[in-house]
T-cell receptor, first 111, second 115 residues
């Protein structure tokens, strides 16, 4: 099976930078996803990493180290609307696009 | 449609009642997934279809849970004799088959409360 760990809650200040970490243990790794989920809404796709390194997309970046089983999501220039849960999910070989999720990190952005 | 559509959006069921939750995936998406999400937790996998074939149902918590996708498009998740621990959000997701990153889209979920 897969084991995915991420912090339960984080707090940061508007305009700042925050890094949300995710560690995983899995066999047959085939990609790591980050989703954003506002309360009562659907998870929405943020980023996808399958090779080591940094993927940058506007204010959001995601990093992957396969050898360490480690990823992080970096959010820059935080805005109040970034207050949400951030879900780390792993896809494995031979499971189609089935994702295994961590418990999510609830981020609160304060003025 | 433009996205994954789920109904009902909210459902209150009395304990012991049967419920049926519907998912209408994005047109042309071969793969369809059901997840269960308890309050404050991440989604947990229930079952997976490729077209009409149910390829994995290892996440269904008991034999009270049943899913079908008879024509390879719309899917229904049925829960028989609901119990309070079934209270959760049931999320449906769809994608094309294969490994393209990011092409997995979620519906807004059906919120089930068992009283």
């Amino acid at each position: 099976g897969q084991n995915i760990d991420q912090p339960t809650e984080m707090t940061a200040t508007e305009g700042a930078i925050v890094q949300i970490n995710c560690t995983y243990q899995t066999s047959g790794f085939n990609g790591l996803f980050w989703y954003q989920q506002h309360a009562g809404e659907a998870p929405t796709f943020l980023s996808y990493n399958v090779l080591d390194g940094l993927e940058e997309k506007g204010r959001f970046s995601s990093f992957l180290s396969r050898s360490k089983g480690y990823s992080y999501l970096l959010l820059k220039e935080l805005q109040m609307k970034d207050s949400a849960s951030y879900l780390c999910a792993v896809r494995v070989d031979n499971a189609g696009n089935m994702l295994t999720f961590g418990g999510g990190t609830r981020l609160m952005v304060k003025p | 449609g433009a996205g994954v559509s789920q109904s009902p959006r909210y459902k209150v069921a009395k304990r012991g009642q049967d419920v049926a939750l519907r998912c209408d995936p994005i047109s042309g998406h071969v793969s369809l997934f059901w997840y269960q999400q308890a309050l404050g937790q991440g989604p947990e996998f229930l079952t997976y279809f490729q077209n009409e074939a149910q390829l994995d149902k290892s996440g269904l918590p008991s034999d009270r849970f049943f899913a079908e996708r008879p024509e390879g498009s719309v899917s229904t998740l049925k829960i028989q004799r609901t119990q309070q621990e079934d209270s959760a959000v049931y999320l449906c997701a769809s994608s094309f088959a294969g490994g393209a990153g990011g092409g997995i889209y979620f519906g807004e979920g059906s919120w089930l409360t068992v009283v």
